[in-house]
């Protein structure tokens, strides 16, 4: 076993967050330009001009694109080629997520969910939340950052319907769900789904869906289609960007399914904001960190 | 849609000709507010120390550092509103807001009361606080701080926006025409889905 310096998953945690919140991906930044050149309404035609300029300042000025830092979401995935120590990964990624906070400094979003006092570090009880995933036939370990915004986030839904209602409830309930939560999640975002698994694993699959890069698709081609249909449904309502009216209502919908049980039927849907963060690095067994998105 | 290039304060009259779609600018005094900070203004009843009148209030929760005794923004963005439409109606009728501004829209009540004392909710765009902080001249004061990050800010802004009138003084509501058409194609989105 190599001896491995644990402060380099603390450094990589703590550079993920300020990345994630200061450089968008350059898959969304496509996604951005791609849908104004395409929005024909002039109100919307403008509010693409914004959400544009703001991506250039943050560059520019290397600050942060949107004030709302979000809750911590880090994406483990554990190379099995190596002695990783899981307790010490999680302890390192807290801390540098309060470092990242502190050090930068950026307004922390975390709070006592019942005396509603500021830790003023973006950690506490329960967060980072942490997704730990494990990878054959690699030794790295794979953190992807979403700082994850409230706008979208407080506009989650999950519906336990049952075998009777068929697929076709839960493509529906995608398409109410967005509907209902108009202007709140800064559209044109990113619609995640998740389709099948228990009530946790549904929301959960929802949250890796938004996670992808803006409009991969799933490569089932049946649900690659469902995709499709439902990013055709929902900018057909012309709710446009901020909800003001216009051609572009998501930048795409992400699909991630599991298998159920022979009685559920589940389906969640959590939005993503146009501003999609996300941030990822590589940690390798000789202390070698690749950042990438 | 027209577009406007307006001076705090507002008077009734350069409010009143806006209409819903309209695009804004401004340039002069900004106050930031959230919702503890109105928590403390209506139901802990204390007056602002300062005077609202003819104002626009931005639903913010800024970062700020203090250089010196004296607060830079960091990073200055704005906040979803609807969980703040309770405290709209006093805030332009006792205070006299002229306008609100925010993402997401406000509801009847707040509606009804900027028809009554004219006043209009102008839409940001969310996310782009990056934009927004660098409209920001200065941070003119901080009153009420120990509720940081939600105390009431005091900013001195120059073309700021754009802002999209999305409530007017008419009654007219931009969110709810947007609705009201996504719901009128809905019967044909869900025939075409499948799902009718």
Not at chain 1, 173 to 188: E, H, K, M, R, W
Not at chain 1, 218 to 235: G, R, S
Not at chain 2, 107 to 123: N, R, T
Not at chain 2, 146 to 163: M, N, T
Request: hydrophobic share 40%; with cysteine.
């Amino acid at each position: 076993m190599g001896i491995f310096d644990y402060k380099i998953v603390e450094e990589a945690a703590k550079q993920l967050y300020i990345r994630a919140l200061c450089d968008l991906p350059p898959d969304v930044r496509e996604a951005i330009k791609r849908a104004a050149a395409r929005e024909t309404q002039p109100t919307a035609k403008e509010v693409f001009k914004a959400m544009l300029a703001a991506i250039d300042i943050a560059d520019e000025k290397k600050t942060l694109i949107c004030q709302d830092t979000g809750l911590p979401l880090y994406m483990l995935k554990i190379g099995s080629g190596f002695h990783w120590d899981g307790a010490e990964i999680k302890d390192r990624i807290y801390e540098g997520a309060k470092r990242a906070t502190v050090e930068f400094p950026f307004r922390s979003s975390a709070t006592d969910y019942l005396t509603r006092v500021n830790s003023q570090t973006s950690v506490g009880r329960g967060l980072p939340v942490l997704y730990v995933d494990f990878l054959k036939d690699a030794d790295y370990l794979e953190m992807l950052m979403i700082p994850k915004g409230s706008g979208s986030e407080n506009m989650s839904t999950l519906k336990m319907f049952v075998p009777a209602d068929g697929i076709n409830a839960l493509k529906k309930f995608v398409l109410d769900s967005v509907i209902a939560a108009g202007a709140n999640p800064c559209p044109p975002g990113i619609i995640g789904v998740g389709m099948g698994g228990t009530a946790d694993l549904v929301m959960r699959l929802a949250k890796e869906a938004i996670a992808r890069p803006v409009g991969q698709r799933n490569p089932d081609p049946a649900v690659a289609k469902m995709e499709q249909e439902l990013e055709d449904a929902i900018n057909a309502t012309g709710s446009g960007p901020m909800g003001l009216g216009g051609d572009v209502s998501t930048l795409a919908v992400h699909i991630e399914t599991a298998h159920t049980h022979i009685t559920l039927n589940p389906v969640a849907v959590n939005t993503q904001c146009w501003p999609a963060r996300r941030a990822r690095a590589r940690v390798y067994p000789d202390g070698r960190v690749e950042y990438g998105y | 849609m027209a577009r406007y290039h307006l001076q705090t304060p507002f008077s009734e009259e350069a409010i009143r000709q806006l209409r819903v779609g309209d695009i804004v600018h401004f340039d002069g005094t900004l106050f930031g507010i959230r919702d503890l900070t109105q928590i403390y203004m209506f139901d802990q009843h204390h007056e602002p120390p300062v005077s609202l009148k003819g104002m626009p209030c931005i639903h913010t929760a800024p970062s700020l550092k203090k250089v010196d005794g004296k607060w830079v923004p960091i990073c200055v963005g704005t906040t979803t509103s609807y969980r703040m439409d309770r405290f709209t109606p006093p805030l332009i009728e006792n205070y006299g807001v002229r306008a609100i501004i925010g993402k997401g829209g406000l509801y009847e009540k707040s509606l009804e009361a900027m028809k009554k004392f004219g006043a209009v909710y102008l839409a940001i765009v969310g996310g782009a606080a990056s934009l927004e902080t660098q409209q920001i001249v200065e941070v003119e004061q901080v009153y009420w701080e120990h509720l940081h990050p939600e105390a009431l800010y005091q900013f001195r802004v120059k073309d700021f926006g754009p802002l999209t009138v999305a409530m007017d003084s008419h009654g007219n509501n931009l969110y709810s025409e947007v609705k009201a058409k996504a719901m009128a194609r809905l019967p044909e989105i869900y025939q075409k889905l499948g799902v009718a």
